[in-house]
């Protein structure tokens, strides 16, 4: 179980880090805010999809 605390910290300083990025480069237009949240809802789809099978696999044991 500490794999998945570290690869849910990863997940959030990666968040985090995007979130930085796109402060410094200032705020975007309407359109690329949405293009950027739809992303970002895809990522966490991803992850939360990645997180599922390493619990298959964990069950698994492989």
């Keep these: 179980m500490e794999h998945t605390k570290k ?11 995007l979130e930085e990025y796109m402060q410094a480069k200032g705020a975007a237009g309407t359109e690329h805010h949405d293009t950027i949240n ?8 991803a992850w939360n999809e990645f ?3 390493l619990l ?3 069950r698994l044991e492989i």
């Design 7 to 17: 690869l849910e910290e990863l997940n959030a300083e990666t968040l985090k880090k």
């Design 56 to 58: 298959v696999l964990e």
């Design 38 to 45: 739809t992303a970002k809802e895809k990522w966490q789809t």
């Design 51 to 53: 997180l599922e099978t």
